[in-house]
């Protein structure tokens, strides 16, 4: 079986696990609970048994610098709406980068072959959660080295697990290259399937000293937009019945 084969064997198994039975599990529970189908569009998630969660990364080896700002604002907004969130620091460890040996899909290993740093971590609390959001600092116009070589390796190595989950990239920076940066992180959801969740200007927050981010309120609201847009698809996604989008044979 070639790579191209595994990945979309792996994806109708991991699109039946991941999606549909919280999906389905939600709508019983809605039945259960007497919700007329009319109640059950306007219902939140907090009504039902089971929230979804988000998982909000932060690229950042500031544990509490700007990014971390930016996402804090992303989750306060969005447990408003009942879901459930989880900030995930990347920390200042080193991560490894991708050296394209190709075992995660030769040993259909559905994680990365290198165990000694936060990638399948990541990988796990992503297999558990129902949507991404990727804070990075900018650093020379790019996300910084460390959100790169993780995303590269969980996107590589266990793509089943994210593709059809919403997705969001948010750039921290001090003065320019936000763009180019944000531009990088969703091209890597764009080639995963991941519906890319939008806010009413790019995701972009400023600052350079720690907590600056929040002086930023044009920032800190397109945060708060862009939790808004995420809990509604969420809902949408979560309280309809739908069915997954055809993949066509490439
Ligand atoms: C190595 C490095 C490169 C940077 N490059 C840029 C840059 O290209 N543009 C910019 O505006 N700020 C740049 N910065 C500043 C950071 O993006 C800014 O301080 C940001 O708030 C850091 O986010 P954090 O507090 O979450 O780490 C750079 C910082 C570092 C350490």
Redesign the pocket.
């Known amino acids: 079986m070639n790579r191209r084969d595994f990945l979309k064997k792996t994806a109708i198994v991991a699109a039946g696990a991941t999606i549909t039975a919280p999906v389905s599990a939600m709508l019983s529970n809605a039945e259960a609970s007497g919700l007329t189908e009319m109640d059950a569009d306007t219902q939140t998630y907090a009504q039902l048994d089971k929230k979804v969660k988000v998982l909000l990364i932060?690229?950042?080896?500031?544990r509490?610098?700007?990014?971390?700002?930016?996402l804090q604002e992303i989750e306060t907004q969005l447990q408003k709406h009942g879901v459930e969130t989880e900030i995930f620091q990347i920390g200042a460890k080193a991560v490894r980068s991708c050296i394209n040996c190709g075992a995660c899909h030769r040993d259909r290993l559905g994680k990365c072959v290198f165990d000694d740093d936060i990638c399948n971590t990541v990988i796990q609390k992503m297999s558990q959660s129902d949507a991404l959001i990727v804070?990075?600092?900018?650093?020379?116009?790019?996300p910084?080295g460390g959100v790169l070589s993780l995303m590269q390796r969980v996107f590589f190595s266990a793509g089943h697990y994210v593709q059809n989950k919403p997705a969001a990239a948010v750039a921290?920076?001090?003065?320019?290259?936000?763009t180019s940066?944000f531009q990088s992180m969703n091209m890597m959801f764009q080639m995963m399937n991941m519906p890319v969740v939008t806010s009413q200007y790019w995701n972009i927050?400023?600052?350079?000293?720690?907590g600056?981010?929040k002086l930023d309120t044009e920032g800190m609201q397109t945060m708060r937009t862009l939790a808004n847009n995420m809990a509604w698809l969420l809902e949408k996604l979560h309280t309809g019945t739908y069915t997954l989008p055809e993949r066509e044979k490439e």
């Open positions: 932060n690229g950042s080896p500031r509490d610098g700007n990014t971390f700002c930016a804070g990075s600092p900018v650093y020379y116009g790019q910084n921290v920076c001090r003065r320019g290259g936000a940066a927050v400023y600052g350079m000293n720690k600056q981010a």
